[in-house]
């Protein structure tokens, strides 16, 4: 049914502008026909009779071809479509019709306009109208940006010729043991009256027992890479980190056994670089009493270059990159506040691990080793601290390898590679996008919901892991069968090349990457300092920051150092008084010797 002005009432008895094909008699064209009677044949829910009409295929209004259906358009009587209407609401039928047309005017629009704008494109400096002063640069200011922050001073650097040096390792055949009893019973009085008894356990003579921790592991990692060491408490991921890092105190590293940095010997790189290659232990030491303010500064203070952009004295750099690394971690407020520890009321927990990872920050070392660094905190803080490094690795080509136990997922896919241990064997190494792969093409079965890294840690667990169907005769069991099954699997050998391809670029005991780093190390070098020594500040700058360290622990603990003082004065002045008045002759001779016993 129509009605004069172009307007039709449809099946539901609402009036509507009529549809092309339906002139001003009311009659309906061919063309219109033909379309309708397509519609009516076809499913017509949620849309209403006379106004869609168009053949619907799936979602979407097509022809059998694939197109959508286009009408013949009718020439309509312009002065019929300026009579007045009425204004009615949209039901939910034609709301869906005009939010697709609405859609594909949008989209068509938009891509004409993105094709015809696509040569005045240009890709735009994130660092263009920025100043040191801008609320983005300023650790103080809540829009703080480190990425932003990071750019300026890489900037800076290059434009003021500052050197800078980048590390990669390489891990061939390591084998790491340690020597010690592996039962430690606790000592009693009996232990002692029975010592004479167990002559060959207290004499030795140097020969302890001794037992490998870490079976031919191979490894590298390129600069500005990072790695995660997955595995159960236990398996050797500490002894791994120790051993990338040289901390080899009480562990003992086969003689077949190959660490380089870039090609540096793992022994010159201990020798002349040691401040470059840092690990942080999982347990947490500090000065008790000294505010996390004068923890982080004194560690900047002892790794501040002698040559430092923006033109920024030694005192200023030192307070301004303390700044930044708090602000970055969240410990702005906890300036004034002792680090404290199980005794000593200080910072939280939490807090406390984020100290140790500002530390580490601080030292700037283009190869670090995090080993269960997110312990105590939580998952957006273990995520923002996992961000830095990320960011941190992009921008200044630094490496770090962090171990963690249940990583989160978001936290798993910011890494490169993955490594997983079991006990003390190497069972997988690779990109980290391919490890989940490798281990279900083993024959495990990963469950819905289960992160990528639980699921790694679990496979090295009899308890928790789960075999496919039909691979429960099939999947390796014990370590020595990962271990086999991982030397013969086509990544083992992707491995190999890789290792192979890192030391044709950086060659062992090559002198490129040797000048390199020293040029590095000599350019943030204070004055009077060694050419090859490891340290950047003096002998004489490190004496005047430990005594100014010393102080601030005597000031911060009152207490015990003014107690012991007022009870000396307060015993002086009680001896004194029994002494008092003894005379000047033979008689009170003995009485003054005593008081030298006092």
Known sequence: MSTPGGIVRTESGRQTYAPDGLVED???????????????????????????????????????????????????????????????????????????????????????????????????????????GDEVLDPSSPKFDLYKWIRLMM??????????????????????????????????????????????ENFSFGSKPSKTILRSFDAVMKSGEMLIVLGRPGSGCSTFLKTMCGELAGLELSKDSVVHYNGISQKRMMKEFKGEVIYNQEVDKHFPHL??????????????????????????????????????????????????????????GGERKRVSIAEMALAAAPLAAWDNSTRGLDSASALTFTKSLRTTANLTGTSHAVAIYQASQAIYDLFDNAIVLYEGREIFFGPCRRAKGYFEEMGWFCPARQTTGDFLTSVTNPTERQAKHGHDGKVPRTPDDFEAYWRNSPDFAQLQRNIADHEQTYPVDGDGMLQQLRDKKNDAQANHVRPKSPYVVSPAMQIKLNIKRAYQRIWNDKASTFTPVLVNCVMALIVGSVFYGTPDASAGFFAKGSVLFF
């Open 26 to 132: 009311g009659s309906i064209s061919a063309a219109a026909t033909r379309t309708r009677s397509n519609a009516e044949s076809s499913d017509t829910s949620g849309t209403l009779a006379g106004e869609t009409p168009y053949k619907q295929h799936g979602a979407g209004y097509l022809t059998e071809q694939g197109k959508e259906e286009v009408e013949d358009p009718i020439e309509e009587d312009p002065l019929a479509r300026t009579k007045s209407r009425e204004f009615e609401p949209i039901n939910a039928g034609d709301r869906q019709t005009l939010t697709r047309l609405a859609t594909q005017l949008s989209r068509s629009k938009s891509y004409t306009g993105s094709v015809a704008q696509s040569n005045d494109l240009e890709r735009q400096n994130t660092l263009t109208g920025l100043k040191p």
């Open 291 to 348: 505010t996390v303010g004068e923890t982080l500064e004194h560690a900047a203070a002892m790794r501040t270059p002698q040559h430092r952009v923006l033109g920024m004295s030694r005192q200023e750099h030192i307070k301004h990159i303390t700044q930044v690394i708090m602000a970055v971690f969240g410990l702005s407020h906890t300036y004034n506040t002792r680090v404290g520890n199980d005794f000593v009321r200080g910072v939280s």
């Open 155 to 200: 900037s800076k650097v290059d434009e003021d010729g500052v050197k800078q040096a980048r590390a990669g390792i390489v891990v061939k055949n390591a084998t790491v043991s340690g020597s010690g009893s592996a039962l430690n019973l606790q000592k009693n009085l009996g232990s002692i009256l029975l010592a004479p008894l167990r002559f060959k």
